[in-house]
């Protein structure tokens, strides 16, 4: 949109004037160039395509007699152990998602208004973005460890706690480790968000009157929550889909949707029960995608 | 505010540091006291490590060459042929980024098997290629957005084919764009895991599935903290590289993150 007021964009536009009519590109030469977008398409078609159908239609399939039913998803909405394994990782995906976004919000303000700051911190702290999510497991191990952990021997040292705790194993450790996952990305995109807003915006309401936290509170904040909205979609599908940190964490409590789909498909040779159940999960995940999208288009487009 | 934002960034170095510095000291623990300092767990590190991280380092490369070539094809075809489908491939071929990487994880096992593609180098460049190919093709179409069509006229003009212009022509001026464009796809590449989890196996097992099955199988390993630093070190190396050659201002907006 910005390359419309950008005169150098106008000028260009004009003298890079088609020297052929545009629509009057022949029918041969638009299959010319259509030629070199087929092994793109084919690629897509292969491997996103093609799996993605078999697995929704294998979904309705049953494993045994080859008939077609919907029984694997009645089953699985009718089965209380899912939907309590579906409710606690909804549970913690949700508290997850606010809880970064609430811790990942201030520091995000201070980095996108110090140019400095910002040069030096963004890189350091976008390292964890770049680990694969199992060195994040285990820097979570060496961090919450009950005997040998940093944090637990820290706390044992000081005399606050006598004995270790054992929360790595369990709804704290988990939580701990996807708040720590979700931050690291959260900050990222935030900062980006929070520098588009005009720091002008807020120093005017602050001539007018305002306090600084009510300008930052009524005026810039507002602006952002599009930026906010698709933040929390990509949390909170990511900690939903998550399946490395749960199997790393002791993968009894919390019970996460992604480890029993696992457990279907291979211990238990429950193929197509496997399949319908990540069907469920992939609509809810990327439901929460197109619902941030739509708000994003809804409130015009992402400033 | 400033114990504040001091306290948040420790939080967030923290678990890094201490993977660091437990790979330094044994392996198993980490403190910051007076424990001696070894290169133990870094010697520890089995044949078996150093072949998935060679693997995953021969994957990346492949499907990064793969993905940026398919890509920058496909943006040619699209930008200069002014094909109206330009909105629906970018559609199409964003949907591994959308698909949770579990899903599509699911979804590939269930297609690769009966094709003998899973557990193979082939599968996982098939994979890890999709799973670059929106990223590439977003770069390749800014890139060859920006450069004036008439540079490629001109060669027509004097008689080359539209091809031969895109060649010597077009990616010349591409390439710098493109490198960095691939710097960030085999980075991609290398993290990669939940997509990779599913499809692989003894003879292609990436060295985050490798970490992965170890710490469920046998627990908290040595060799294994010692790997683990060294992927901070690529993550480290991969962003010095981006703000020496891009800038700070690249990372810091950007939502480009780890797929899975």
Same mark, same amino acid.
């Given at each position: 949109m910005d390359r419309l007021y950008d005169p150098s964009y106008a000028v260009m536009t004009v003298s890079s004037?088609?020297?052929?009519?545009v629509e009057g590109a022949s029918w041969r030469e638009r299959l010319y160039y259509r030629a070199f977008v087929l092994p793109a398409l084919a690629v897509v078609a292969f491997v996103v395509l093609i799996p993605l159908a078999m697995l929704v239609a294998s979904s309705f399939?049953?494993?045994?007699?080859?008939s077609t039913t919907a029984r694997y998803y009645i089953s699985s909405f009718a089965s209380l152990f899912f939907m309590r394994t579906l409710g606690s990782t909804i549970a913690m995906a949700l508290g997850v998602t606010v809880a970064t976004i609430l811790l990942a919000l201030p520091l995000a303000y201070v980095l996108a208004r110090h140019t400095l700051l910002r040069g030096f911190l963004i890189p350091v702290i976008s390292?964890?973005?770049? +680990?694969?999510f199992v060195v994040v497991g285990y820097a979570m191990v060496l961090l919450l460890?009950?005997?040998?952990?940093a944090l637990n021997k820290a706390l044992m040292e000081i005399g606050i706690l006598s004995e270790p705790t054992f929360? +790595?194993?369990d709804w704290p450790g988990q939580a701990l480790a996807f708040s720590y996952a979700g931050t690291v990305v959260a900050v990222a995109i935030l900062t980006g968000v929070l520098m588009t807003v005009d720091p002008q915006l807020e120093d005017t309401a602050v001539t007018l009157g305002a306090g600084r936290l009510q300008a930052i509170l009524t005026v810039t904040l507002p602006l952002c929550i599009p930026g906010i909205i698709a933040a929390s979609a990509l949390v909170f599908s990511m900690i939903v889909t998550a399946y490395s940190i749960p199997v790393m964490l002791? =993968?009894?409590?919390?019970?996460m949707i992604s480890v029993l789909i696992y457990n279907n498909l291979y =211990? +238990?040779?429950e193929r197509h029960l496997a399949y319908a159940q990540t069907v469920i999960v992939s609509v809810l995940a990327m439901g929460m995608l197109v619902a941030g999208q739509l708000v994003l288009s809804r409130f015009g487009r992402r400033p | 505010m400033a114990f504040y934002v001091a306290a948040m960034i420790a939080i967030l170095i923290l678990p890094v540091l201490l993977v660091l510095a437990a790979s330094f000291q044994g392996g198993l623990e980490a403190s910051f006291g007076s424990r001696r300092w070894t290169l133990e767990a870094y010697r520890a590190i089995p044949p078996a490590y150093w072949d998935a991280l060679w693997f995953t380092v021969r994957i990346a490369f492949c499907s990064t060459v793969l993905a940026l070539l398919i890509a920058v094809l496909a943006a040619w075809g699209l930008v200069r042929g002014r094909l109206r489908e330009r909105r629906l491939v970018s559609h199409l071929v964003v949907l591994p980024d959308a698909v949770p990487s579990i899903t599509l994880g699911v979804a590939l096992l269930g297609l690769f098997i009966p094709l003998g593609l899973s557990n193979s180098f082939t599968g996982t460049l098939l994979a890890l290629t999709a799973l670059s190919l929106s990223m590439g093709l977003r770069f390749a179409e800014a890139l060859i957005g920006n450069v004036p069509e008439e540079m490629e006229q001109a060669a027509v003009t004097m008689g080359a084919g539209r091809f031969t212009a895109f060649v010597t022509v077009l990616l010349p001026v591409l390439a710098p764009g493109l490198t960095i464009a691939a710097l960030f796809l085999f980075v991609h590449n290398l993290v990669a895991f939940e997509l990779l989890l599913f499809i692989s196996g003894p003879n292609a097992t990436p060295i985050s599935v490798r970490l992965f099955t170890d710490i469920v199988d046998r627990g908290v390993l040595p060799q294994a903290i010692a790997m683990s630093a060294i992927l901070v070190y690529i993550a480290i190396a991969f962003y010095t590289l981006v703000v020496v050659t891009v800038g700070v201002r690249y990372v810091a907006?950007?939502?480009?993150t780890r797929k899975g």
């Amino acid at each position: 949109m910005d390359r419309l007021y950008d005169p150098s964009y106008a000028v260009m536009t004009v003298s890079s004037a088609p020297a052929r009519p545009v629509e009057g590109a022949s029918w041969r030469e638009r299959l010319y160039y259509r030629a070199f977008v087929l092994p793109a398409l084919a690629v897509v078609a292969f491997v996103v395509l093609i799996p993605l159908a078999m697995l929704v239609a294998s979904s309705f399939v049953d494993q045994e007699t080859g008939s077609t039913t919907a029984r694997y998803y009645i089953s699985s909405f009718a089965s209380l152990f899912f939907m309590r394994t579906l409710g606690s990782t909804i549970a913690m995906a949700l508290g997850v998602t606010v809880a970064t976004i609430l811790l990942a919000l201030p520091l995000a303000y201070v980095l996108a208004r110090h140019t400095l700051l910002r040069g030096f911190l963004i890189p350091v702290i976008s390292v964890p973005r770049m +680990l694969p999510f199992v060195v994040v497991g285990y820097a979570m191990v060496l961090l919450l460890a009950p005997y040998t952990g940093a944090l637990n021997k820290a706390l044992m040292e000081i005399g606050i706690l006598s004995e270790p705790t054992f929360i +790595l194993f369990d709804w704290p450790g988990q939580a701990l480790a996807f708040s720590y996952a979700g931050t690291v990305v959260a900050v990222a995109i935030l900062t980006g968000v929070l520098m588009t807003v005009d720091p002008q915006l807020e120093d005017t309401a602050v001539t007018l009157g305002a306090g600084r936290l009510q300008a930052i509170l009524t005026v810039t904040l507002p602006l952002c929550i599009p930026g906010i909205i698709a933040a929390s979609a990509l949390v909170f599908s990511m900690i939903v889909t998550a399946y490395s940190i749960p199997v790393m964490l002791n =993968s009894r409590t919390p019970y996460m949707i992604s480890v029993l789909i696992y457990n279907n498909l291979y =211990s +238990l040779q429950e193929r197509h029960l496997a399949y319908a159940q990540t069907v469920i999960v992939s609509v809810l995940a990327m439901g929460m995608l197109v619902a941030g999208q739509l708000v994003l288009s809804r409130f015009g487009r992402r400033p | 505010m400033a114990f504040y934002v001091a306290a948040m960034i420790a939080i967030l170095i923290l678990p890094v540091l201490l993977v660091l510095a437990a790979s330094f000291q044994g392996g198993l623990e980490a403190s910051f006291g007076s424990r001696r300092w070894t290169l133990e767990a870094y010697r520890a590190i089995p044949p078996a490590y150093w072949d998935a991280l060679w693997f995953t380092v021969r994957i990346a490369f492949c499907s990064t060459v793969l993905a940026l070539l398919i890509a920058v094809l496909a943006a040619w075809g699209l930008v200069r042929g002014r094909l109206r489908e330009r909105r629906l491939v970018s559609h199409l071929v964003v949907l591994p980024d959308a698909v949770p990487s579990i899903t599509l994880g699911v979804a590939l096992l269930g297609l690769f098997i009966p094709l003998g593609l899973s557990n193979s180098f082939t599968g996982t460049l098939l994979a890890l290629t999709a799973l670059s190919l929106s990223m590439g093709l977003r770069f390749a179409e800014a890139l060859i957005g920006n450069v004036p069509e008439e540079m490629e006229q001109a060669a027509v003009t004097m008689g080359a084919g539209r091809f031969t212009a895109f060649v010597t022509v077009l990616l010349p001026v591409l390439a710098p764009g493109l490198t960095i464009a691939a710097l960030f796809l085999f980075v991609h590449n290398l993290v990669a895991f939940e997509l990779l989890l599913f499809i692989s196996g003894p003879n292609a097992t990436p060295i985050s599935v490798r970490l992965f099955t170890d710490i469920v199988d046998r627990g908290v390993l040595p060799q294994a903290i010692a790997m683990s630093a060294i992927l901070v070190y690529i993550a480290i190396a991969f962003y010095t590289l981006v703000v020496v050659t891009v800038g700070v201002r690249y990372v810091a907006g950007s939502a480009l993150t780890r797929k899975g």
